[in-house]
């Protein structure tokens, strides 16, 4: 029978025994300096990314990160493929766009398994809207050109007959920026992530016309899973640094894993306060709508690639569907051994 004593010693042996190899790892970390690039930090389409940062687990992980945010996706991707940062937290169809142009860009951790991108009209601007032919020659508000919220809106626009050059796009972050350029009439529609979209919605400042903030509402725009927020490098840097990739991925998947049970006292205890926008209540209203969206370990499920490629290559001809070859965009091998190693 055990008693306390011996259950002690046994504790603190086995709690030895986990150490080691632990410090082991930390050791095998070829860079433990990491510059990541993200494009709209405070959006809910980050948060693992935020999470993570605050909980201290890439410092539990031997890591000295450090986060540059930029306007959009589209900047951040620029910076790493720039080389002023190393890892872009962005989204996963970038990493197709960027073989398009012979550039080879993996993932290596997923953060979201669906866009949590809406697209709304200005019920000031457009009132009475009724199809997306109607968006013609209006001026549409995205997170930054190039970004996955632009991609979205391309898409929408595809589907009512209409070509990408029909429209402005014009770069509105996805934070205070966003709400004013809507409310002010700057801008006749948006394409952009929650908390934003909700509190517009909410506020009725938009109509809703796609939304990508629920698995279902994803699967009814794109046909299926689609991978969204990821960490990606360049496929030279994660063969170069593959300790310090599973470092990053076994920080990701240690915040996914405590975001499953996290209430929204604890969201709220967690992130900066200026991500709430002012205000608390919609930011938590925003978050249940977004909650399933989050990844849950890190993993790309096995068809969601092949739905971006055919989302994507859909409306930029410079896309060509059959010379992707998408094995090379993603690998699973660093997230399954954190998700192994955390039980997410």
Known sequence: MLNRRTFTSAAALGAASIAVPRVVAQAKLEKTRVSIAVGGKAAFYYLPLTITEQLGYFKAEGLDVEISDFAGGARALQAVVGGSADVCSGAYEHTINLQAKNQMFQAFVLQGRAPQIA???????????????????????????GSSTNMVANLVLSRGGLKPSDVSFIGVGVAAGALTA??????????????????????????????TRTLKGTHDVFGGLMPAACLYASSDFIQKNPG??????????HGLKW??????????KTVPETYLLGDRALYLASFDKIRES?????????????TALTAIASFDPSVKADKID???????????????????
């Open 119 to 145: 697209v709304g009209v200005s019920t000031k601007n457009m009132a009475g809207y009724k199809n997306i032919a109607e968006l013609k020659g209006k001026k549409i508000g995205v997170s930054a050109p």
């Open 182 to 211: 809507l409310r002010s009439g700057q801008i006749d529609a948006i394409s952009n992530t929650d908390p934003v979209m909700t509190m517009l919605e909410q506020k009725g400042d938009v109509q809703i016309i796609s939304d």
């Open 244 to 253: 310090t990739c599973q470092a990053l991925a076994n920080a990701i998947v």
């Open 259 to 268: 975001l499953q049970t996290a209430g929204p006292s604890d969201i709220i």
């Open 294 to 306: 989050i990844a849950i370990d890190g993993l790309v499920p096995a068809e969601g690639p092949k």
């Open 326 to 344: 998408l094995s090379k965009t993603y690998t699973n091998d660093f997230a399954r051994r954190a998700k192994e190693r955390f039980k997410a």
